[in-house]
């Protein structure tokens, strides 16, 4: 769900056993297929957090994606203008 928390909140969960997301639930995903479709789900749904991510993924070659730095800065301006 892209959504963040801090690391008290992080931790707290952590210490009741949940490896889960605190928001959605959704269990940690365990490979880049699944990641990447998670992160591009959310990215359609023009979710900023989402686009921002993704632009440091094209930057850091992530997720099985190839470097690719001026998708990453394009990216980057689309999620501050939104």
Known sequence: CMKRICRGCAMAAQKRGM??????????????????????????????????????NYWGGKHGLQNDFRKAVKLWTEAAEL
């Open 19 to 56: 490896s889960n997301c605190a928001f959605c639930r959704a269990p940690p995903t365990d490979n880049d297929t699944d990641a990447l479709a998670r992160i591009q789900a959310r990215v359609l749904k023009k979710d900023p957090a989402a686009i921002y991510h993704l632009g440091g």
